[in-house]
C-alpha cells in the first residue's frame, strides 16, 4: 500500500459529517485489498473490519468525517447564506472556493465572498467578517443548488519538501490512512488478540458513529486514532512537533495501565513518541467511548497536524508510518 | 480571451517577467514596434490614421508578497506587496521565487485561538510554510527578495470566470484581444502593460512621461459590492450589466468629453454599460495625468472580490467591454 | 383539529410534571391503540400494530417551560427559577398560573436608573411573581415553594394561524395523536410522548432502548425566519410547509431520512421545507445514540416566537405533516 498516495486520495473525496459515503466506500475497496476477511458497514453508515485473533478484543477507531459547510438560505443572484459542521475559522474560508455536492449528484462550485475592503467603513475593516457577514457566492450550477446541499473546501493536497503532506480533511483521514496500513502491516504478524478496524462516521458533531459500535463489540480495548495540533506553543504545555512521533495522550480519559504498556512498547521497538496531557475532555471520540457499554478502558494515539481545520492541513509522514508501525506492533502482543 | 493563462502566471508587483513574457509572445506579431522600458513596462505600438497619439493600458503586477526574513523554524516572513487583505489569505496556496517553490499559508487552529477569532492577522502572523523545520533546509532554495505569489486557482464555469489577479490580468487580457484584432485604428495608438501598479502607479507614470499621448483609456477590473451584505443604493457596480464607465475616483476627475463620447459609443451600439457609483480606488489615470498632463477614461470589468486571491468575473462584462473598446479604438473622439 | 390543539396546549405540564398531559393523551387516544406503557421516568409509550416487521417511532415531547417557586417573602410576594430554557424577557409583563391560582411578573429597581438597568441585564434574581395575597402565611398556603408554574396565556385562533403558549411540543402531541388515529399502518407504529425534553432530552434518552425501532422522527416545532428582520442565514416560513430538518446544533439526521420524507412528499404533492436550524435540537439527538444506535431524524413545524407565551404556527403545516407522516407510517415499501 503506497500510504502518501492513499492518503491523497483520501483528502480529495468528500466527507462531511453525515454525508461520508464516498470516502466509506473507497476506504471498504482499500480494505478488500488488505485483508479478505469480515468487512462490514452498519446501519448508520460506519465501517468495521474485523480480524480473527485469539486474545483481547482491541478495537481501533479513526473517523472518517471532516468539516464542512450547508446551504441554508438563497438570497437573490447567485448568493446563499450558509452553516457549518466543526468548528471553522472564519479567517480561513474566506476567498476560498468550496465544492457542494447537489441532490442529483452535480458538483457546484461556490466562493466565500465577503464586502470589499474599499466599500467598508474604517472600523468595518478592522474586524474579520463572521459567518453572519460571510456568504457564497455560487459560480457553477447555481440553478442546481437548494438548501441543504452540503459542501467542503476544494483544496487539492500535495506534498511539501518531500517530507509533509499538505491538503484539506488530513483531520482525520491522516488516521484512516494509517488504520489501513496497520490493517496491511498486520497481515505479516501473527495476532494475539482479536481485533476490529472501525473507520467512523461524525465524529466532528459530537454524535460519533462509534458510540453505538462499542455497545455492539464490548471490547476489552478501545484505542483511538486521531490528530492534535502540532509545532505550536501552549503556555503549559509540553511543545508537540511534527516529525517527531506518534503522541500518546496522558490524562483521565485514558487507561494509565494500557498506556504505560504501549509508552514501553514504544522504547523497545525504538519508536520515538511524545506525551501530550489532556486535562478534562479530549474532544474526540475518546470522551463518549470511555463511558459507552458500561465504560471501556481507552487510549488515546494522535498524529500531529498544523492548521488544524484549515483548508490546507500539514502532517508529517515519517510520523504517519511510525504511528502505524507502534499500534501494530501492540495490537498483535494483544496490547501487553 | 487569455484570462486563465494571463491569471495563472505568478506576476507580483516589481516581478513581472513571467507575465511580459507571456504577453509579448502574443502579440509580437501583430504590432509594428515592442519596446519594454527600465522599469518592465511593454510598450507596443500600432499606427492609426490621424497622428494623435493614444495611450491604452492595463498593469500587468497583481497583489502578493515578498520574502522579507527566514526564520529559525524554516517558517518564512513576508511583507505585502501591493494592498492584500490580510482576512483573506490564510489557508491559501502560494508559490515562491523563480524555482516556483510551493508552500501554505497556514495559522493556528480555531480551537487554540480564545477570543480573538475575528481580529485580522497581522502581516508579522502570515508565515509561510514550505515543510521545513528549520531554516538550514530553508536555505539554497529561498532567499530574503523572493516574490511570494498566489498559486494559480483559475476555473472557468460557463458564464463565470474565477482566479487569482483578475485586478488587472482581466485588463492584460482585453488589451491582447484588441491588438490581435486587426483594428482600424483611428490614432497612433501605443498599448501599455505597465508594471508596479499596486505600488503606486509606477508604471503607468514613467511610460506616459515618454509617450507623451494626447489622451488615454485605462482598463482596469473595478470592485462591486453587489452581494447580499451591501444594500442597493450603496454598490459601486454590478456584474453581468455590462463594462463600467468611471466618472471620478480616487484622486482624480475623468475628462468630460471623453466620458461623454465613451457613453455616447455604448448606447449607439447597444452595448450594455454602467456608471460607477462610487469613487473609491485609484488607478493609473491618476498618474497619467501628472506625469504627462494627458487626459484619461477609465473603463473598467466590474469584479467580486478583487485583493483577495479568488476574485469573480462574468464573461459577458467582458466580451462587452471588448466590443466597447473595439469600436472606441476605430473612431474619433468627439 | 383544532379543538385538540387548544385541549393539549391549555394543559399545564412542565418539565418534571406532565401527569396531567400524559392522562389528556391516553384520553384522546383510547380506542385507537393496540397497548401501551409508561416507563420509570414517566414517558408514555403506545403502539398499533402493522405487518412488515419493521418499526417506525414517532416522538413528541410532553412537557413545556415554566417556573418554580422557590421562595416566598414576607410580604407574599413568590421568587422563581426556570424550568427549560424560559428567559425572563418573556416573562416581563407576563402572568403565570401556578396550577390555576394566578400571578403578575414584576420586576425590582430602588431607583428608575436601576430599574432600566436591571431591565438591559435581566435574570431571575430581579423578578417576582405577585400573587396579590398580603403576607407569607396567606401566599405560601396557595403556592407552596417547590410549586410549578407555566405562562398563563389563551389560545387564540386567527384562522389559518394559531397562537397559544405551549405549541413547543404539543403540536407534535397533536400531530402524533392525529396519526395514530387516522393511520392503517404497514409498520408497527410506536408513539413515545417523552417526558423533560426542555431539560436536555432526559426521556427520550432511555425511552426508545427497549424498542429498537427501524427508524425514529420527532416531532417538534422549530423556528422562523419570515417576520421582519428575520434570521437572515435560515430560511423557514410558517404556511411554507412541514420541515424536513438536515441539522440543528445538537445532531444530523440521518441523510436516509430526509430523503425518505422528501421523496415520499414530492411524490404526493405535499409542501415542505428543508430546515438548518442555526441553534437549538430536538429528541432527535438523543433518539440516535440511544444503545447501537437509532437512524433518526426530525420534522419540524416552523413556529415563531418559540418559548414566549405566545407561540404561532400554521395548520396548514400542521395537517401538511400529519399527511406526510400517515403516508411514511402506511407506505408498503422497506422503511430503510
Known sequence: MDLVDVLMKLSNLDGPSGYEEEVIDYIKKEAQKISKTDIEIDKLGNLIVRKEGRGKKIAIFAHVDEIGFIITKKEFGNFFRFSTFGGIDPKAIISQRLRFHTRDKDIAYGIVGMLEPHLQTDESRRKVPSLNELFIDMVENVDKVNIGDIGNFSSEPFLLSEKYLTGKALDNRAGCAVLLYIMEILNEFVQRSESFFVFNIREEDGISGARGICYRIKPDLAIILDVTHGDISRPSYPRIETGKGPVLDIGPMISYEYFERIKNLAEKISVNYQIEPTGGVSNTDTDIIQISAGGIPTLLISIPLRYMHTPYEIVNIKDLEETARLLAHFIARGGE | MYLKE?????GVSGYEKKVREFIMEKIKEKVENIKEDNLGNLIAFKKGRERKKLMISAHMDEVGFMVSNIEEDGKISVIPLGSVDLRAVIGKKVIIGEREIPGIIGYKAIHLQRDDTLTPPSINDIKIDIGAQKKSEVEGRIKIGDFVAFAPNSMIHKEWFSGKGLDDRGGCSLLIDLINKDLNLAYDTYFVFSVQEELGLKGARISAERIMPDFAYVIETTTSGDNPEFSQDRRSTELGKGPVITPAHSGYVNDERLFNFAIKVARENNIPFQIKRRTVGGTDARAIALSSGAPSLVISIPSRYIHTPLCVMNLSDYENTLRLFSILLEKEVE | ??????????????????????????????????????????????????????????????????????YIDDKGFIRIEGIGGISPYNLLGSTISFSNIMGVVGVEGETLEELSRNIKDLNFDKIFVDIGCKDRESSEKLVPPGTFGVYYSPFIDLGERLVSKAMDDRIGCAIIIEVLRRAKPYHDLYATFSVQEEMGLVGASTVAFNIKPNMAIAVDVTSHSDTPKGNKRMSLNLGGGPAIKIKDSASISDRRVVEKLRSLAEKNNIPYQIEILLRGGTNAAALQTTGEGIISGTLSIPTRYVHSPHEMIDLRDVENAIKLLILLSEEEEVLI
Not at chain 3, 379543538?3 to 418534571?16: E, M, Y
Not at chain 3, 392522562?23 to 412488515?52: F, H, P, R
Open chain 2, 6 to 10: 494571463l491569471t495563472d502566471i505568478s
Open chain 3, 1 to 70: 383539529m383544532k379543538d385538540l390543539i387548544k385541549r393539549l396546549t391549555q394543559v399545564s405540564s412542565p418539565s418534571g410534571r406532565e401527569t396531567e398531559i400524559r392522562n389528556t393523551i391516553l384520553e384522546e387516544l383510547k380506542g385507537y391503540i393496540d397497548g401501551y406503557e409508561i416507563d420509570k421516568l414517566g414517558n408514555l409509550i403506545v403502539w398499533k400494530k402493522g405487518k412488515s416487521g419493521e418499526k417506525l417511532l414517532l416522538d413528541a415531547h410532553m412537557d413545556e417551560i415554566g417556573v418554580i417557586a422557590t
